[in-house]
């Protein structure tokens, strides 16, 4: 069923599976059924549904929807209307489908909390986005992620026009505040990860007098912590193209614009996925 959508390191069939045995109790007693579905529906019954959405929104989520309907009923006859990475306006339909009323009832509520967040995200990033309006600055999320959520998280983001920060503690090292705490300086902190081997070293600064020590000890991009403009401006002319800039920090739909102009190569937004809000998505059926 996963073979349509597919990112490096998700696993759809097992979110799939482990989401709908959350939800249906399995393992629990008096576990491993919709006891609402089973009681009240006959089991050859049958629905047409239509997915909609009541705001207008930026769509992702709608393959993992689909998963979750035709994990309960393989049958079920699906077309969707628009495509994840669509901008819809409120009132559009998402998607249609029919099938066995049992699997799609016991089904929606998984189905609907997944697009409903993911489509969220990816309408919270086109905002920012467009309040950017700098096509010469690329816009990043964080690692503040929903844990088990991450891969869907960041896919979201990039069906909103946004790209992709570090996927995790492995791709790249980010040496923070925490990490020159302990290595005694950014220069010392950086020249360990050098001699560690590692290719991709981003450097957390939050002073100008940072900066040098930093790119000495072989640091390849820097994010710029909570500076205000006129800092990220002066940051940015003192590395002087040596290495990509990041400005993050202090950075919402009203600061964005300002901060990107500076000059920084990338602007990173950890609400993007920490706190977007869900969109307005519903699901109504009728029998068949």
């Known amino acids: 069923m996963s073979a349509a959508f597919a990112l490096p390191g998700f696993d759809l069939d097992r979110f799939v599976r482990d989401t709908l045995a959350e939800d249906l109790g399995h393992g629990l007693p008096d576990g491993g059924r919709d006891v609402t579905s089973e ?32 994990a309960l009923d393989p049958e079920v006859e699906i077309e969707r209307l628009v495509e994840d990475g669509d901008w819809v306006e409120a009132g559009t339909d998402l ?10 009832l016991t089904a929606e509520r998984s189905a609907l909390n997944t697009v409903q967040h993911l489509s969220g995200i990816a309408t919270l990033v086109a905002e920012y986005v467009a309040a950017m309006d700098n096509p010469d600055c690329t816009l990043l999320d964080t690692r503040k992620t929903l844990p088990g959520l991450r891969h869907l998280e960041k896919y ?32 010392e902190a ?40 006129a ?27 300002a901060k990107a102009a500076t000059g920084v190569d990338y602007v990173s937004v950890g609400r993007l996925t920490q706190s977007a809000p869900a969109a307005d998505i519903g699901l109504d059926f009728t029998p068949l």
């Open 156 to 187: 979201a983001v990039r069906m909103g026009g946004g790209s992709n920060h570090r996927m995790g503690l492995w791709d790249a090292a980010m040496i923070k505040d925490n990490h020159v705490l302990v290595a005694g300086s950014v220069g």
């Open 231 to 257: 800092t990220l401006r002066d940051a940015v002319a003192l590395v002087a193209g040596r290495v990509p800039t990041e400005a993050s920090g202090g950075i919402d739909l009203t600061t964005i614009r």
């Open 39 to 70: 009681s009240v529906i006959p089991a050859d019954a049958r629905f047409a549904g239509v997915m909609d959405s009541r705001d207008a929104i930026r769509v992702a989520g709608l393959p993992v929807a689909e998963a979750f309907f035709r």
């Open 95 to 104: 998607m249609r489908l029919g099938g066995n009323a049992r699997g799609m």
């Open 190 to 229: 950086v020249r360990r990860a050098v001699e560690a081997g590692v290719t991709d070293i981003i450097c957390e600064v939050d002073r100008i007098d940072q900066i040098e020590p930093a790119l000495a000890a072989g640091a390849t991009r820097l994010l710029l912590d909570n500076m205000a403009p």
